[in-house]
């Protein structure tokens, strides 16, 4: 018969078979995650080195700030290791340790050195904030995004031209074969992009550009950049905005200016002349949005 004991005796090892098979499990799910397009610094995107004229200040930003965590982390991790072997139990150790209490000049440091950081770092990104934010400087192309369920609207605002985009209807109906809608900016132009909503909340997002912007109903973000870098780049919608804010994708083209220049004029060919201005919003009636008419603009 087994003893009593023996139950307890083998729940180690059953323990130790669960942690096992749950790190198995997290590994598992960790690697299903990696993919070919490896980032370049830290979790940022490869295409984002030297994409924007903001971009490598907030890269610097970033690495800054992990490397002040790593040096703040090794120091604190360092400082526990010596402590738990500098005064860890020996074998001839009777009763307990002496108790200290109220060392102020080492409670005084503790406390100092978290609110230098704490400030330094706020001051940082203050500056920085500022730096790319408040930028006022006047666009030499200007441009309108405009967020709509589900999709978007290009306005090419000094070329007087747009773009509307129509992935999926408001009564749900999804475009066959809709490809998602692209952005065309210049390269190395000082441009003005303005974001909006036409209904609900939406978010502004290109990873590589390292830019997220919401975009509320009823306000207009600003956002100036130069984009330096040529290329086709992803950009999508980063707010739950509703049942098919799956479908809110769009690409974005940094072309060189003759090329812009060629395409708003493709779409001045095509009677895209004008803007979609505030006259399609949906504001007064998106609580209810499926009960409104001719609605796919």
């Known amino acids: 018969m087994d003893s009593p004991n023996q139950s307890a005796r083998r729940s180690p090892k059953a323990w130790a078979k669960k942690v096992g098979v749950a790190g ?3 590994s ?3 690697l299903a995650g990696c993919s070919n397009g490896a980032p370049e610094l830290g979790y940022l995107p490869a295409a984002s080195k030297g994409a ?7 890269t610097a930003l970033w690495t800054g700030g992990w490397i002040a965590a790593l040096a703040v982390g090794a120091i ?3 400082l526990m290791l010596f402590c738990i072997v500098a005064y860890r139990r020996r074998k001839n150790d009777r009763g307990l340790p002496v108790q200290l209490q109220y060392n102020m000049p080492v409670e005084i440091m503790y406390t100092v050195i978290p609110i230098i950081l704490v400030v330094g770092f706020f001051f940082h990104n203050m500056a920085l904030f500022d730096e790319t934010t408040n930028d006022k400087t006047p ?13 978007w609207d290009f306005n090419y605002t000094s070329q007087d031209v747009h773009y509307a985009g129509v992935q999926v209807n408001l009564d749900g109906t999804e475009k066959p074969g809709e490809e998602a809608p692209t952005l065309y900016l210049p390269a190395n132009t000082d441009l003005e992009i303005q974001l909006r909503s036409r209904d609900v909340i939406h978010s502004f997002w290109v990873p590589a550009f390292l830019e997220k912007r919401d975009m509320t109903p009823g306000r207009v973000e600003t956002l100036h950049l130069k984009a330096l870098k040529e290329g086709e780049y992803l950009g999508k919608c980063a707010e739950l905005c509703g049942e098919f804010h799956s479908e809110m994708l769009f690409n974005v083209k ?6 812009y220049l060629a395409y708003t004029n493709e779409l001045r060919e095509q009677g895209n002349t004008g803007v979609l201005g505030e006259e399609f919003d949906r504001t007064h009636w998106y609580s209810n949005p499926y009960q409104k008419e001719g609605a796919d603009k």
């Open 139 to 151: 666009g030499e192309e200007k441009i309108e995004v405009v967020g709509k369920q589900w999709a």
């Open 24 to 26: 198995a499990l997290a």
């Open 52 to 58: 924007t004229s903001h971009t490598d200040a907030y």
């Open 76 to 78: 604190t991790w360092g």
């Open 28 to 30: 598992s799910a960790l």
């Open 254 to 259: 940094v072309v060189s200016k003759d090329e």
